[in-house]
């Protein structure tokens, strides 16, 4: 049995739904971590049961394992930084709660959420809040939180530490490389894989001065970037990693669907690299 299995962001598909989880299917992907369908702005889609049974059915049609849900639309709304006794905290409560729930009622592990951007000493506190409640829900559901953040690697440990095992990280590799935090290879290492539930990866070009940021430097397939796949994936090994890298490539953009290419055969290439990258882990 492999160590470590791959998957894919369904956000990173032009399609949610069944036909993100047949394109990566088609890709050579063994698994998707669904995003939210819309979150309250639709009025939680995922815990209706024609879309969880939507969800499930082309999950087994396709022999594409459902890893995990991103709360993507909280992530954008923001709210992850406000005050629980606030409207916008109250609302992402109640999204982490629902998404929690659509988790355990579709057999999925874990519920990712996003705490970044947080600037202050407050936003730090009701983000901190906002994962006490998080994990204390997931508990009385059987379900693994996992956090992706850009803070430095201290601030990382001190974080999760604080809850003794019961927080884990989604750690992206690009990320310390454009929020400035860090070198993915060292903090991947010092974290180790007791505070790692899974990994995102995906890779951009720096633009014209060296930076690479989210305005100017282009996302690009896995290997052919400089916010360092090889070396990322050494420390991983290193560390004794086992369980799901998730790509976050997005396919949807013109830059992959040009030249002939397209949404599936972009994927692919990155599953092929994935796949030749850990081939002498995964013997």
């Not at 829900?137 to 992706?148: D, L, N, P, Q």
């Not at 090994?237 to 055969?265: C, H, L, M, Q």
Request: net charge negative.
């Amino acid at each position: 049995m492999s160590k470590i299995k791959f998957g894919v962001c369904e956000f990173g598909f032009p399609c949610w739904g069944p036909s993100a989880i047949r394109m990566a299917h088609e890709a050579g992907f063994e698994g998707i971590q669904l995003a939210d369908c819309g979150g309250t702005d639709k009025s939680y889609p995922l815990t209706n049961k024609w879309i969880q049974e939507d969800y499930l059915n082309a999950s087994q049609k396709y022999g594409i394992t459902l890893q995990s849900i991103h709360l993507y639309t909280l992530v954008r709304q923001g709210y992850i930084r406000s005050s629980l006794r606030s409207q916008e905290g109250k609302i992402a409560m109640e999204s982490i709660k629902k998404g929690i729930i659509a988790a355990s009622e579709m057999n999925i592990p874990t519920v990712m959420i996003e705490g970044m951007r947080m600037y202050g000493a407050a936003q730090h506190q009701h983000v901190y809040e906002m994962y006490q409640y998080a994990v204390q829900v997931a508990e009385e559901y059987g379900v693994t939180i996992a956090m992706e953040t850009d803070i430095t690697l201290q601030q990382q440990i001190d974080f999760a530490d604080q809850f003794d095992g019961r927080l884990k990280y989604c750690f992206d590799t690009h990320n310390p490389v454009m929020y400035g935090t860090g070198y993915p290879p060292d903090m991947i290492r010092a974290l180790g894989k007791e505070r790692i539930d899974h990994f995102h990866m995906k890779e951009s070009l720096a633009d014209e001065e060296g930076f690479i940021t989210k305005e100017t430097a282009p996302i690009v397939l896995l290997g052919e970037g400089c916010t360092y796949f090889d070396e990322s994936v050494q420390a991983i090994k290193e560390i004794g990693y086992e369980g799901w890298i998730i790509s976050e490539t997005f396919y949807e953009r013109p830059r992959f669907n040009a030249d002939g290419e397209d949404y599936v055969s972009s994927a692919r290439k990155d599953v092929e690299k994935l796949r030749a990258a850990f081939a002498d882990y995964n013997k």
